[in-house]
């Protein structure tokens, strides 16, 4: 369990593939805090510490998260926002986030605001309380955020000065893929109404 706030950003410093599975190795701020087996989001994806080596560690990723999330576009040397899992006594500051991306959306514009920023990603519609209603929340990247301006594929966020310099926003642009994870209170809240209409 994540809140969406992102404690940093990793560094991939190398990437190895193994059947269809892709080994990413990465360093970041807390490398040396960490444990095998121990949960990070990685772009908002929930992986498992596989191996840890100095001031790096490994994470394995399976060809579903693959095929569902950006993490097989990544290269060496690109930004990934990391989170580690969530205690039970700390403060909620985001919302309630899995780590389980549920697709990718492509970023269509980038808007300066004077100091902040706008950005607007498009989807595609798959149903199943996968989409976002003004002023809810979506994980974008990992980063716990507040839906603007919902359409049936689109929504755009507002990003301060503080997340886009300690997140990759600082490398979206017109085009970038991310990922994203729509409320968990609504996926449900849209199963309920569809066993109810059964």
């Known amino acids: 369990m994540f809140s969406g706030i992102v404690e940093g950003m990793a560094e991939v410093v190398s990437i190895r593939t193994d059947r269809q599975n892709k080994d990413f190795t990465l360093r970041a701020p807390f490398t040396r805090e960490l444990k095998i087996d121990q949960s990070i989001a990685h772009n908002g994806v929930c992986l498992t510490v596989v191996d840890i080596v100095g001031d790096t ?32 006594d700390a403060l909620l500051d985001g919302h309630i986030v899995q780590g389980h991306v549920d697709q990718t ?15 607007t990603f498009e989807y595609e519609p798959r149903g199943g309380g996968l ?59 849209a199963r309920l109404m569809q066993n109810y209409m059964k």
């Open 131 to 189: 989409c976002t209603v003004e002023k809810g929340s979506v994980t974008v990247n990992g980063v716990s955020l507040t839906v603007c301006d919902p359409t049936e594929r689109s929504f755009r966020v507002a990003i301060i000065p503080y997340t886009f310099e300690h997140t990759n926003f600082c490398r979206i642009g017109v085009g970038s893929v991310v990922n994203l994870e729509f409320d968990i209170v609504g996926k449900y809240i």
């Open 105 to 119: 959306a492509v970023c269509t514009r980038k808007e300066d605001a004077d100091g902040s920023w706008y950005f």
């Open 57 to 88: 560690y490994t994470v394995t990723a399976m060809k579903e998260t693959l095929d569902r999330s950006n993490l097989g576009l990544l290269g060496v040397g690109d930004l990934v926002n990391v989170e580690r899992s969530m205690k039970p």
